[in-house]
């Protein structure tokens, strides 16, 4: 055990010492955990209640009991692949729920519709699965297919979610399995019989005579209906650019990151006397009873725990501290007072105050890197964006990475009076490293460890230009001399960092906003970048989360074609045919217009990496409900109805399958955003919104567009 491994060690520590736990990650991570699976329990809970509601308590159980035993083979087949349980692994089955239940619920439903009409049980149950066994495997694969790019995305973002495309492809698979083979099974065994009724009595009641005079009028007015829900189209994409775009999130751990820096060229003394202001000031209970420990690092960033954390580059003049908060709530004003105690206490330092982020950068951060040769029109330029970002109110944490000047000391040697007096160049660049470096003299033996001893000038010798002036230097004859006699001193201003990339010079400008997120900061700085007067050899690039977005989309969207092609080559392999495959991808585009709606209602929600994963997911199922929705119009028309015909009829049957997964789907996320999920409250809204419209619209497009592909008359019931 880890704890009693630390009271051990510290039972063997000097009097005085203490070891306290700044960073416990078991707890964290079991939080986390423990979160996820909360809101897991939640959603099977819920999925099954509205299974049973819709399907009655007996076929609700037997779609039900699919969810968990599909559910255990994912997390089998997980442990085989080496996919570990996590925050990632547990919310995508949360996510997937409504898309596992839809191919229990689609072979429940239609071995129930089998037995109404006076099928045998096992006759029935085969027959429901020849008929659809390549419909669900195909919906399967295209959502699968749909999730590609992020499995195969070569990125920081595609590394830290690419289980969620890997944990989708397991857990359908299993479900569609399970439906081939279990559900059938349980179906045979526990539904009851009912007496045969006609199948048209059966969808003759005022739910679906209501629907089908809804879709007539529909399909009497289709082009209307057509330019109505295009115009509709044009405007969520329109509503868009009001939505709040970010890229990850910011953290939900109660940690908070301060960053310390002094002058370049402070050595650790000063960073110490500066850090121990601070801390001080921390540990007062009075004054911060929020804060309940805290961690001090000088002249290097301490251990990487999280992925989010940005350790500092070990020099001198830095100081890193973590400061734990006992409630979330209370992140906001601790770190405004640690800013304004700082800010009032500490003026020899830059301090930097801000919350863990999520993901590979940092929340909010926008970053301009100025590129070219000429040191000082670099650092003229990274002035004069500086001063135009520091008037947007409102922006933060203004800084650039080559920091202040260093005065250097220029030691430059008279050969003629250096010969003259016997010394060499050498000899002075010893005395000198010997008074300011010093020079190693022994070395003092403890065991196994070897400490060296240098001998080297007090600090008030080696800070003061007078006494180096006057430093006595060897010569040849033994008699010293000192340096002024044979030697020149000047001082010069140079950079202390000259930081490269690609082996050009580079500054790099970062800046955050207190309110505004880094899309929104970045387009109301992006129109002054041309005003700088950069010649013509210097470029600016973005950098921060405007970098990472852009990289992390463009990994994603780079191997979309590949996946577009697969699902194109599946529908047409299912349909034998191309413009029922245009009909199901042409459906996709109007889950925008849900998406636009609901991220513009809900409170928070934003458009970032995690909805675009949501659009991945909805894209899957709006396709699943056009699959089964077309299989079913071609099964009609195979029966004998006239085209027209067996357009209603095969809506009117898949009416109750395609609601019940959106229903389904959409309250299985509503634990996710009642809790306000950090991660994946964007992805559920998009979710949740793309679902209650796209579904709508796909009962009423489908059929439309079929009618048109097809050039079915309206109103008319010709021959199959």
């Known amino acids: 055990d880890l704890k009693a491994k630390l009271t051990t060690l510290e039972n063997a520590l000097p009097l005085g010492y203490q070891l306290r736990l700044v960073t416990f990650q078991p707890n964290d991570i079991a939080a986390a955990v423990n979160g996820v699976m909360n809101n897991l329990y939640q959603t099977i809970a819920i999925v099954l209640a509205i299974v049973m509601i819709f399907l009655g308590w007996r076929t609700g159980l037997i779609v039900g009991v699919m969810v968990p035993l599909t559910m255990l083979l994912s997390l089998l087949v997980m442990r085989y692949v080496g996919i570990e349980l996590e925050k990632m692994s547990l919310a995508t089955l949360i996510i997937s729920l409504g898309l596992l239940v839809d191919n229990g619920i689609v072979i429940a439903e239609e071995i129930e519709r089998r037995l109404s009409i006076g099928e045998e049980r096992i006759a029935a149950a085969i027959e429901t699965g020849k008929s659809m066994a390549l419909p669900l495997l195909v919906s399967s694969l295209t959502t699968i297919f749909a999730f590609m790019p992020l499995m195969l995305a070569d990125s920081v973002a595609g590394e830290y979610t690419r289980s969620i495309s890997l944990v989708i492809a397991i857990s359908l698979l299993g479900s569609w399995l399970l439906a081939m083979t279990a559900t059938p099974l349980f179906c045979c ?361 852009s990289d992390a989309q463009g990994s994603l969207f780079a191997n979309m074609p590949l996946a577009i092609a697969l699902i194109v080559l599946v529908l047409v392999g299912q349909f034998n045919s191309y413009r029922k495959p245009l009909i199901i991808l042409a459906v996709i585009p109007l889950t925008l217009i849900g998406v636009s709606l609901g991220l513009l209602i809900m409170p928070g929600a934003a458009f970032g990496f995690f909805a675009i994963l949501g659009l991945l997911a909805l894209a899957g199922i709006i396709i699943n409900n056009a699959i089964v929705l077309i299989n079913r119009i071609d099964t009609e028309i195979e029966l004998g109805l006239g085209a027209y015909d067996a357009i209603l009829a095969a809506s009117a049957k898949r009416l109750r399958p395609i609601l019940m997964t959106t229903i389904t789907t959409i309250f299985g996320l509503a634990p996710i955003i009642v809790s306000r999920d950090v991660l994946f409250y964007d992805l559920a809204i998009v979710l949740s919104g793309g679902l209650l419209v796209g579904t709508i619209l796909t009962l009423g497009v489908v059929p439309v567009l079929y009618s048109l592909f097809f050039r079915i008359p309206v109103g008319r019931q010709p021959e199959a």
């Open 189 to 549: 065994w526990f539904i009851k019989k009912k007496q045969p009724v006609d199948e048209a009595v059966a969808f003759d009641t005022r739910f679906y005579r209501t629907y089908r005079a809804i879709l007539s009028h529909i399909l009497r007015f289709r082009y209307a209906f057509l330019v109505a829900v295009i115009g509709a189209l044009f405007v969520s994409g329109w509503a868009l650019k009001f939505v709040p775009k970010i890229f990850f999130p910011a953290s939900d751990r109660t940690q908070i990151q301060v960053y310390l820096d002094l002058p370049v060229g402070s050595n650790t003394y000063g960073t110490i006397a500066a850090s121990k202001t601070l801390t001080t000031w921390l540990a007062d209970k009075k004054l911060n009873p929020e804060i309940t420990s805290f961690a001090s690092y000088v002249a290097t960033g301490g251990p990487r725990f999280y992925l989010g954390l940005e350790p500092i580059d070990p020099d001198p003049n830095r100081a890193f501290m973590i400061v734990n908060v006992d409630a979330f709530s209370n992140m906001t004003p601790v770190m405004q007072k640690i800013q304004a105690f700082a800010n009032g206490n500490i003026p020899e330092a830059r301090v930097q105050v801000k919350p863990m982020s999520q993901g590979g950068s940092e929340a909010g951060k926008v970053e301009y890197r100025i590129i070219g040769e000429d040191a000082d029109v670099l650092v003229g330029a990274a002035r004069k964006l500086e001063a135009r970002i520091r008037a947007i109110p409102g922006t933060i944490n203004i800084k650039d990475d080559w920091e202040n000047r260093l005065i250097k000391l220029i030691v430059r040697v008279d050969q003629s009076r250096a010969r003259r007096a016997g010394v060499t160049s050498k000899s002075i660049a010893t005395a000198l490293d010997s008074i300011l470096s010093g020079s190693l003299v022994t070395d003092f033996r403890e065991g196994d460890t070897i400490i060296p001893v240098y001998l080297r000038a007090e600090g008030n010798v080696r800070t003061n230009i007078d006494r180096l002036r006057t430093l006595n230097i060897a010569t040849v004859e033994g008699t010293p001399v000192p340096l002024l006699q044979v030697a020149d001193l000047d001082g010069q201003a140079e950079f202390a960092l000259i930081q490269r990339r690609n082996l050009k010079r580079v500054v790099t400008v970062s800046a955050k906003h207190s309110v505004k997120s880094a899309a929104e900061l970045d387009a109301l700085i992006t129109p002054g970048l041309q005003k700088l007067g950069l010649p013509e050899d210097y470029n600016i690039e973005k950098g921060g989360e405007i970098e990472g977005s």
